[in-house]
């Protein structure tokens, strides 16, 4: 595994995104409409929802908007780029360029729609709780890495079968559930102001699990590539 | 017929599983009563899936490593064995949760985690029809194997006894399984159920398996 390599494969990867920054506007446009959309349909003139409901919509959201964008990272490249990755860089640097890139790119995702929403979806705050920003906020980051790095693997094994764009939501949502529960569980605890000691727990975890998922992708996705 | 001394073990166990979990003398406590006796189907599947599923793990693990088709054949049909007995499991949970939490299903962590645990098992059998060419669909299905195996592990061990409102025994202040059975009654049922139930796992595992070769060895 080369430091450098890996590097100019994100440099590469971040350039090609810039180059064509439809994909990029189309995915700020994805999720700054379906917020709009919950916005509509829940009808919030009439009154703020509820703390557990907002949480969970901001991560369904998420997790929409991010299998959205992170599918296209093996589904999307061409046959003859695949071809040329793989006679000049290793499975591994490929791997691991991808998942920082796309763990960049969900984060960025996270941040604006984290804004978008908080500007537009009014939260009812029935016992005066804090909002613990600085743990919400770490919740978004363990989130947007843990999407990525487990989405990352399940499109490159969505990419091999026919029919990859649907097979990509049906291999993934139950791998990502517990990554999912956790993080609503940790920015739960941030919006309520618990004591910070609370979370440690569920931080672990996410920590843990993302450990998990990305060794295990690390080792696996050279027998992948070879196909 | 020396090779078939655990076909013959896997009878006599489920059938002394059945014989003795439903006949025998079983301790009565509040709320549980007689439906003690379900630990000898219920939990006992769900010991046999994990390990099928392991073997399962294992088996995609060996294919990887050699790439040779009759380890993909030995992991698919563990694989399959595994949901049947988690299906088995789930439905004999489901009854068992009717009689003593008052409903089929309450939405318990451990029940939701092996609702996905199984639908994790049925997406990989969508995965591997998407597929046509057999080395390929052998590697991407048992990476897919192996990978949703780690997934699983935090999924099935370690969230729900971080729930605090878990009806299952063990969590959340609720006896543990020590509690049941003060005589050791139960456990003279419940080891040798466990062994017999994997064992019938792997019994109709390996007459698929031997479909699967002879059909192989026809076509080819």
Same mark, same amino acid.
């Given at each position: 595994m080369n430091k450098n390599q890996i590097l100019s494969l994100i440099e590469k990867e971040l350039l090609s995104e810039w180059r064509q920054r439809y994909a990029l506007n189309g995915m700020i446009l994805y999720l700054a409409s379906t917020i709009f959309i919950c916005y509509m349909s829940f009808g919030l003139k009439a009154g703020a929802i509820d703390a557990i409901t907002w949480n969970a919509l901001f991560w369904i959201i998420l997790l929409f908007t991010a299998v959205n964008s992170v599918a296209?990272?093996?589904?999307?490249?061409?046959r003859g780029r695949a071809l040329y990755y793989y006679s000049i860089a290793s499975p591994i640097e490929i791997i691991v360029s991808k998942i920082i890139y796309n763990a960049l790119l969900l984060l960025a995702l996270a941040l604006v729609g984290f804004f978008i929403y908080s500007f537009v979806m009014e939260r009812a705050n029935e016992d005066g709780a804090t909002f613990d920003l600085l743990y919400f906020l770490i919740a978004i980051v363990l989130g947007s890495l843990g999407l990525a790095s487990s989405l990352t693997m399940i499109s490159g094994i969505a990419s091999?079968?026919?029919?990859s764009t649907s097979l990509m939501a049906v291999l993934s949502f139950p791998v990502i559930l517990p990554i999912i529960l956790m993080v609503i569980k940790l920015s739960k605890n941030a919006m309520d102001g618990?004591?910070?000691?609370?979370s440690t727990d569920e931080i672990l975890i996410l920590v843990a699990i993302n450990a998990i998922v990305f060794s295990v992708s690390y080792l696996l996705f050279p027998y992948l590539w070879k196909s | 017929m020396k090779k078939n001394w655990w076909k013959a073990l896997a009878l006599i166990l489920v059938t002394y599983t059945l014989l003795a979990g439903l006949l025998m003398d079983a301790p009565r406590l509040n709320i549980l009563n007689e439906t003690i006796r379900n630990l000898h189907f219920h939990v006992t599947m769900w010991f046999g899936m994990v390990i099928l599923l392991t073997a399962s793990m294992v088996y995609a693990i060996k294919y990887l490593r050699s790439g040779q088709i009759t380890y993909d054949d030995k992991s698919v049909e563990m694989a399959k064995a595994g949901v049947l007995l988690g299906s088995m499991g789930i439905i004999t949970g489901a009854v068992w949760a009717n009689y003593t939490? +008052?409903?089929?299903?309450?939405?318990?962590s451990k029940q939701n985690a092996a609702a996905i645990c199984l639908l994790i098992y049925f997406a990989y059998l969508v995965l591997r029809n998407s597929m046509k060419d057999e080395q390929q669909r052998a590697r991407v299905s048992g990476v897919y194997d192996i990978f949703a195996y780690a997934a699983m592990i935090p999924l099935l061990f370690i969230l729900p006894r971080l729930d605090?409102?878990?009806?299952?025994?063990?969590? +959340?202040?609720n006896p543990g399984f020590n509690a049941y059975d003060l005589d050791s009654k139960l456990r003279v049922v419940f080891y040798p159920a466990v062994i017999g139930w994997t064992l019938m796992g792997v019994w109709i595992a390996s007459l698929k398996i031997r479909t699967r070769q002879i059909e192989r060895a026809l076509e080819d």
């Open positions: 296209k990272s093996f589904i999307q490249e061409s091999k079968a026919e029919n618990l004591d910070r000691s609370v | 939490w +008052g409903e089929p299903w309450s939405g318990d605090p409102n878990s009806l299952h025994p063990g969590n +959340g202040g």
